[in-house]
């Protein structure tokens, strides 16, 4: 696949720079003044754009005004993604349990397709690591036309053109890094050190201020500095592969041994949403929490909702997603009583599209809603190819059950918009938290990650929200709430890191708005309210 990436890595150009040198209209008077405490970065999504001059999701507001009293009911929310850790502290207690299953035995009990799926189902078997879906097209020209070929051609002789310049680059910026953090950690006396620590360094010993500001720089991409250094060599490997050509000769999926072009090929996989290697999970762990790490009880951080399940499908390797894990993915989930699921993936090929269009409009059928990440390719998807998605031309909806979520920062003003979020007037539907998000991740850790995979569980939390306080409401009705009740940015912001790209905000979305679940959870009562009003009416009419 092309996993809707943990962290933007524009970092190349980023040493470069540092080496070298109520639904209300939001207006530039709340612009946060001052760096964000660790409080409150932890949790800046949950607050309030007017109370605490952050763009966050009222999510606290919310919990406080409006659902203080009030009970829901439990909603069962899929995340069809990596894998979950379902036995983090944080989870294990929100995980969805199939009661028509008994454990262990062998036997599918509920006769679904699928033995022992106690926790959701794992399509990818014992598979981390996949081909890039350009990749596959080469290697298996029949999957598409010659134009789609051509185009994956096009991208694979690019990258095997820029292999040498990048690897370089690459090489360089290892180097930089490397000789800038054994400064740091000589002159801190710590082998591993914060943002904070950084800032703290007042010396004006020339090494120390440029080591410090590369490390800020690197630092600001939401990773610690090994975890920094591995994505770097998972760089360098990337062109290395490239340009020998391996990136077309192993095929990873062969030992699942199903038929990936064959969506009647059902039987494959197993029970295991854990994957055989938890440090696969990090992104399906990380993106559970966000909707639903338990709330309020001093560990880690809140999930945006409460009463809910968690159902894991196991589905977007490293690498892209195959069509038909996804396509029977979301059946699984809605077929198992999720209400709304979650799809923070996306590729910009996609050869059976068809069967995930079906998908889509499966779970409209039962009224699932489906909220999906707009990409961290800072494109326009008007434009370019983004899928999975619900209009096969750009233009005209198949379907009104799917959601497309773009990302936030945290500083409100010019730079709200993440620089790495794909926009779309048309088909991206409203923006959410994105960057430097707070969330569960395996072995019972917590992590900051940033991406447009961070922003759409954001909305899918809300939307879980809706579904459990006001359960009458449609997953139409529930996706028009989030877009609707969102708070306006009329102002002109940054578009893609760039300074000199500044767009409208209202420009960049179909709705102009981003996710406020307190104005949301308002709307869903006086929709509510509405609807009982109508078919009382209708009942009367009948008498």
Known sequence: MKVIKLTHLSLIAALALTLSANAQSADKSVTKKGKLSEIQLKRWSHLDLV????????????????????KGVNVIVGIVDSGVDIEHEDLKSVVWINKKEIAGNGIDDDKNGYIDDIHGWNFLGDITKENLEYERILMNKNLVDETTYLAAKAINDKKIADGTRGKAQMEQMTIGIAKADAVLVKHLAKPVYTIEDLNAIASQDQEIVQSKAIMQQMLSYGLPVEDLKKEIKKELDGFTTVMSGDNLKTNYRKVVGDNP????????????????????????????????QVRNNNIGGDGVANNVQI??????????????????????????????????????????????????????????????????????????????????????????????????NFEYGTNVVADFSNIGKINVDVFAPGVKIYATTPDNAYQ????????????????????????????????????????????????????????????LSKSGKIVNAYNALVMAEKMSKNTKGTKAKRKKAKR
């Open 51 to 70: 109370k605490d001059s952050i763009p966050g999701m009222s999510v606290d507001k919310a919990y406080a005004e409006l659902l203080k009293n009030k």
């Open 261 to 292: 072009n064959d969506i009647k090929d059902t039987k494959y996989g197993n029970n295991n949403v854990m994957g055989p290697d938890k440090k696969g999970i990090l992104h399906g762990t990380h993106v559970a929490g966000i909707v639903a």
């Open 311 to 408: 159902l894991t499908v196991r589905a977007v390797p490293d690498g892209d997603e195959y069509d038909k894990d996804i396509a029977l993915g979301i059946r699984y989930a809605v077929d198992n009583g999720a209400k709304v699921i979650n799809g923070s993936f996306g590729k910009s090929f996609s050869p059976q599209k068809q069967w995930v269009y079906d998908a889509i409009k499966y779970a409209e059928k039962k009224d699932v809603l489906i909220v999906h990440a707009a990409g961290n390719d800072s494109k326009d998807i008007d434009v370019e190819n983004n899928y999975p998605n619900d209009s096969d031309d750009k233009k005209t909806e198949f379907a009104d059950n799917l959601i497309t979520i773009g990302a936030l």
């Open 448 to 507: 900051y990650l940033q991406g447009t995979s961070m922003a759409a569980p954001n909305a899918a939390g809300v939307a879980a929200l809706i579904r459990s306080y006001y359960p009458k409401l449609s997953a139409k009705q529930v996706k028009h709430i989030l877009m609707d009740s969102g708070t306006a940015i009329t102002s002109d912001v940054v578009f893609g890191g760039n300074p000199d790209d500044k767009r409208s905000f209202v420009s």
